[in-house]
């Protein structure tokens, strides 16, 4: 069996870990920057219980009318440093992947490394390149 595709994506936030860690754990801050650059912000739900073992569930609509639903579990959390957590759209729950978030302070802001393993297949790995390169721009831009 093939092993399956990874994306990993780096991205300097002007802002200190501290910051940037809230940003992906505090539902109010989430949904001023997640998803694509197609989702319609206004539509933009979450809902986290950050925690080992906790779940998250996050939903917006995009420019084309579609409704998106993801979710998953942590699986790690240490404050300003990492964040993983299972990834699955509501529409495929059965092909779930990993994503990890590293967070290592650079100069007077953050490095932020995103790493997404076990995606399905390699159309799978460039959609979420796609989407995730647009959400990486979002959340530096809060911080610009």
């Not at 739900?45 to 998953?72: I, N």
């Not at 729950?93 to 650079?106: A, N």
């Given at each position: 069996m093939l092993a399956k595709p990874s994306i990993t994506l780096k991205r300097h936030i002007k802002?200190?870990?501290?910051?940037?860690?809230?940003?992906?754990?505090?539902?109010?801050?989430?949904?001023?920057?997640?998803?694509?650059?197609?989702?319609?912000m206004e539509t933009m739900?979450?809902?986290?219980?950050?925690?080992?073992?906790?779940?998250?569930?996050?939903?917006?609509?995009?420019?084309d009318g579609e409704y998106h639903e993801v979710?998953?579990?942590y699986r790690e959390v240490v404050p300003e440093q990492r964040l993983q957590f299972t990834w699955a759209w509501h529409t495929t729950k059965e092909r779930e992947s990993l994503v990890t978030i590293?967070?290592?302070?650079?100069?007077?802001g953050t490095m932020l490394t995103l790493l997404h393993?076990?995606?399905?297949?390699?159309?799978?790995a460039d959609g979420h390149k796609h989407g995730w390169t647009g959400t990486l721009e979002k959340l530096a831009a809060v911080f610009e």
């Amino acid at each position: 069996m093939l092993a399956k595709p990874s994306i990993t994506l780096k991205r300097h936030i002007k802002a200190p870990p501290a910051k940037v860690f809230a940003a992906w754990t505090q539902a109010e801050k989430l949904v001023r920057w997640f998803g694509p650059h197609e989702t319609l912000m206004e539509t933009m739900k979450a809902d986290l219980d950050v925690r080992p073992g906790g779940k998250y569930r996050a939903s917006f609509r995009t420019q084309d009318g579609e409704y998106h639903e993801v979710g998953g579990e942590y699986r790690e959390v240490v404050p300003e440093q990492r964040l993983q957590f299972t990834w699955a759209w509501h529409t495929t729950k059965e092909r779930e992947s990993l994503v990890t978030i590293t967070m290592m302070p650079d100069g007077q802001g953050t490095m932020l490394t995103l790493l997404h393993e076990q995606l399905f297949d390699q159309k799978a790995a460039d959609g979420h390149k796609h989407g995730w390169t647009g959400t990486l721009e979002k959340l530096a831009a809060v911080f610009e």
